[in-house]
């Protein structure tokens, strides 16, 4: 089992599913196409990552997974931050009001690749200036699209979501456990369903 992505956040939600894996990212170009949709950015850029390390490691019996989040305001895609003033107007945007969070997950076995685009909303509460600065003043904004961290100090900022939680973190564990199942790939689930059926 392979997880084709360097994102620790990744790392510590497929750990929770008890799967032994090891981490090989995929180095892609991740520019999306004229006209390309979120929703088939998402999932073409994780298929693509799932593909690539999969080609890598021919065998039968080698399980790849990869995933591909992104922030989606006017059916705009909002990227990373790239410095203080982008960061500063990707807040101001996302303040009071709901975006979507799009995680493309595709999984690669001897049965070919498979995928999911799972969706979840969230809304922010109006961000004061203040409060924009004093987030931007910590690590937490810098690697994470849309310039925040749900699971970290940027929780504070979310009013409600609408879906999955771990979808927003970067990895949907639900959508990720079937596609595992799936695929034949043992988990903590499975051990404890399997000694309480006996």
């Known amino acids: 089992m392979i997880l084709a992505s360097a994102s620790p956040r990744r790392r510590e939600l497929l750990s929770q599913l008890g799967v032994n894996y090891r981490v090989e990212?995929?180095?892609?170009?991740?520019?999306?196409?004229?006209?390309?949709?979120?929703?088939?950015?998402?999932?073409?850029?994780?298929?693509?990552?799932?593909?690539?390390?999969?080609?890598?490691?021919?065998?039968?019996?080698?399980?790849?997974?990869?995933?591909?989040?992104?922030?989606?305001?006017?059916?705009?895609?909002?990227?990373?931050?790239?410095?203080?003033?982008?960061?500063l107007a990707m807040l101001a945007r996302l303040s009071g009001r709901s975006h979507s969070v799009l995680t493309g997950v595709c999984l690669c076995s001897a049965a070919g690749p498979q995928c999911e685009v799972v969706e979840t909303q969230v809304e922010f509460m109006t961000l004061s200036r203040q409060t924009c600065e004093a987030y931007l003043a910590t690590d937490e904004p810098w690697d994470k699209a849309g310039g925040y961290g749900i699971q970290g100090l940027g929780g504070a900022l979310v009013r409600s979501i609408q879906g999955s939680y771990s979808n927003v973190v970067g990895l949907p564990l639900c959508e990720t456990w079937q596609l595992l199942q799936a695929a034949g790939v043992a988990t903590t689930l499975e051990a404890v369903s399997g000694q309480g059926a006996q």
């Open 25 to 87: 990212p995929a180095a892609i170009d991740e520019t999306p196409a004229d006209g390309e949709a979120p929703r088939a950015y998402v999932q073409r850029m994780a298929l693509e990552k799932a593909t690539t390390v999969a080609a890598r490691y021919p065998a039968p019996d080698t399980v790849v997974l990869a995933a591909d989040t992104t922030v989606v305001m006017d059916d705009n895609v909002l990227g990373k931050p790239r410095d203080h003033f982008h960061g």
